[in-house]
C-alpha cells in the first residue's frame, strides 16, 4: 500500500514552459486535492475532485487544470509556466467527501518542489 | 473567504518545555484540525475535534475546539527534539464544497540554540 504518491520529486522549468505534476494513491480514495504551500502561508487549494469525472476549482485555480478521469489519478498541469508558480505542490485524498459529520483523514504526498526560472 | 490567523507564526524549544500555539478565525467551523509537517515531508495529522468545548488528546499533544466554534489550540507538553517542524491548523464545514480544508499559516517549532 503505497499510499499517495508524487511525481516528480523536483522539477525546473522556463518561463512559459507547461508540464503535468503526478498524483496516485491506491486507498480507493473518491476526494482527491491539490495544494500549493509557499513560505509563510500555509497550503491554498488549487483543485479538488469528489470523484471521477468531477472537478471543482479552489482557492488558486488559475494558471492550472486538472481532470479526473480514473479514481486512482489526478494530474494537476500548469499550462505556461510563470515565476509566480515557483511553490511545493501538495496532492492529497481521503474517503471524506465532504458530505460526513466526522473528517475522515486526508492523506497528504511527499511534494513536488517546483522552480520555473 | 474564510480565513485563519495562527500565532506564533515561529517559536524556539527547550527540551522539556510545554508549547502553546492557537488557531483563530473570522467565521465558524464544524470541524477544527491539526497538522505537523516535517522538512521535506506532506503534512500528517496530529488531531481532529469535532464539537465545540472538546477537549482531545494524544500522547504529549492535547487541543481544544473552542467554544465559539472561531478558535482552536494546541499544547504539547515536555517537548522533545523530535517535536520540531510545522504545526498547521485547518478548519472544515460539512456539505459540498464547504468539505474542503482552509489552512493556517503555520507555527514553525525549532530547537533553541
Known amino acids: 500500500n503505497a499510499g499517495v504518491t508524487q511525481t516528480p520529486k523536483f522539477q525546473v522549468l522556463k518561463t512559459g514552459q507547461s508540464m503535468t505534476l503526478q498524483c496516485a494513491q491506491d486507498?480507493?480514495?473518491?476526494?482527491m486535492s491539490w495544494y500549493r504551500q509557499d513560505p509563510g502561508m500555509g497550503l491554498r487549494l488549487i483543485h479538488y475532485s469528489v470523484g471521477a469525472g468531477i472537478t471543482d476549482q479552489g482557492e488558486v485555480p488559475n494558471g492550472y487544470n486538472v481532470s479526473r478521469s480514473t479514481t486512482e489519478d489526478f494530474p494537476l498541469r500548469l499550462l505556461s509556466a510563470a515565476p509566480s508558480q515557483t511553490s511545493v505542490y501538495f496532492c492529497a485524498s481521503s474517503s471524506d467527501r465532504g458530505y460526513s459529520l466526522y473528517y475522515n483523514e486526508q492523506f497528504f504526498g511527499p511534494g513536488t518542489r517546483l522552480t520555473v526560472l | 473567504g474564510q480565513q485563519l490567523n495562527q500565532s506564533p507564526q515561529s517559536m524556539f524549544i527547550q527540551e522539556g518545555e510545554d508549547v502553546s500555539m492557537n488557531c483563530t478565525s473570522s467565521s465558524i467551523f464544524n470541524t477544527w484540525l491539526w497538522y505537523k509537517q516535517d522538512p521535506g515531508e506532506g503534512p500528517v495529522l496530529l488531531i481532529a475535534l469535532y464539537k465545540a468545548g472538546e477537549l482531545t488528546s494524544n500522547g504529549r499533544l492535547t487541543a481544544q475546539f473552542g467554544i465559539t466554534r472561531k478558535d482552536s489550540f494546541l499544547n504539547i507538553s515536555a517537548s522533545i527534539p523530535s517535536d520540531v517542524g510545522i504545526y498547521f491548523c485547518?478548519?472544515?464545514?460539512?456539505?459540498?464544497?464547504?468539505?474542503?480544508?482552509?489552512f493556517g499559516k503555520g507555527t514553525k517549532l525549532s530547537v533553541k540554540p
Open positions: 485547518a478548519g472544515k464545514n460539512y456539505g459540498g464544497s464547504q468539505g474542503n480544508l482552509i
Open positions: 486507498m480507493n480514495h473518491e476526494y
